[in-house]
């Protein structure tokens, strides 16, 4: 199996900054999701988060709806927030029985304290539970600007520790990052990342447009760095909070940036201002770099 067979195009370059994108909804997006369908590639990579308060049946209908339109759906399975091994069996095995998911979304998750058995990823994958139920890929985050936990080579190491048992057990990883404001702290990541041989492929997450407040208030949930300076370089002054921002200067940076330093890569969007808000930047974008 090869990282092609996972998801079209890994296995060459992309033609343009936003070919092979993949983009986040909630279970709530349900609706939403629906109508911008019609607008996203084929085979789109769709994750479907795992949100406090929701319940299975919320999640696993999203992902259905994300398959049924022909696209890729990619639940998040939160170590923390899962009460037991039957139940991540129950939620693994429904998620490919009911929405044919083949790559999941891995995460430790919020809470300081689990729920259940599973206090990290590595916990859950151990289980044998995504590879016996058929899945292909499994994700798992990467942190550009820092885990609030863990040092820099900690986290390099624990991303080497799971790619390498992702692997051995006949699944291929793929790196998900945290969204973030500073695409030189991005990049020299990518760079870094790969003195440690993890040759995964990565979805570098990149905010949709939405209001400077909505984006300094998520920075501020996610522990994302949001200094002056950072946000100077994605086009935002902290002494002016009104109007709204989008991801142009960082995507230009990385479209003018990338190389072969920087391995397999591809953008991920967190829609903070809306699903259709998101997909409205994104079709522009590609229009103008397509020209």
Request: overall charge negative.
């Amino acid at each position: 199996m090869t990282y092609a067979d996972i998801h079209p195009a890994w296995d060459r370059e992309p033609e343009y900054i936003t070919e092979g994108y993949s983009i986040e909804i909630t279970a709530k997006d349900a609706d939403a999701f629906r109508q911008i369908a019609p607008r996203l590639p084929e085979k789109t990579q769709v994750a479907v988060t795992f949100l406090p308060g929701e319940a299975l049946e919320a999640r696993l209908a999203a992902a259905k709806t994300v398959r049924e339109l022909g696209f890729e759906p990619m639940p998040h399975f939160s170590a923390r927030r899962i009460g037991s091994e039957t139940e991540l069996r129950t939620m693994v095995e429904r998620m490919v029985d009911e929405a044919g998911v083949k790559r999941c979304f891995a995460i430790a998750g919020d809470p300081s304290t689990p729920e259940g058995p599973f206090s990290e990823t590595a916990e859950m994958i151990e289980t044998g539970l995504f590879e016996s139920n058929g899945i292909a890929a499994i994700g798992i985050a990467g942190h550009p600007d820092g885990h609030p936990n863990m040092g820099t080579d900690d986290c390099f190491a624990v991303l080497q520790k799971k790619s390498a048992m992702i692997h051995e057990r006949g699944m291929k990883p793929i790196i998900v990052t945290q969204f973030g404001f500073d695409p030189d702290a991005f990049m020299n990541w990518l760079k870094e990342l790969r003195t440690y041989d993890i040759d995964a492929p990565v979805r570098l997450g990149v905010p949709g447009p939405t209001s400077i407040k909505t984006l300094i208030k998520f920075a501020g949930r996610c522990g994302v760095a949001a200094s002056a300076s950072v946000m100077a370089k994605y086009g935002i002054s902290l002494t002016k909070l009104i109007g709204t921002a989008g991801p142009d200067k960082m995507v230009d940076a990385f479209d003018q940036g990338f190389n072969e330093e920087h391995g397999r890569v591809r953008l991920h969007f967190y829609p903070f201002g809306g699903l259709e808000k998101t997909i409205d930047w994104v079709d522009e974008y590609t229009l103008k770099a397509t020209r």
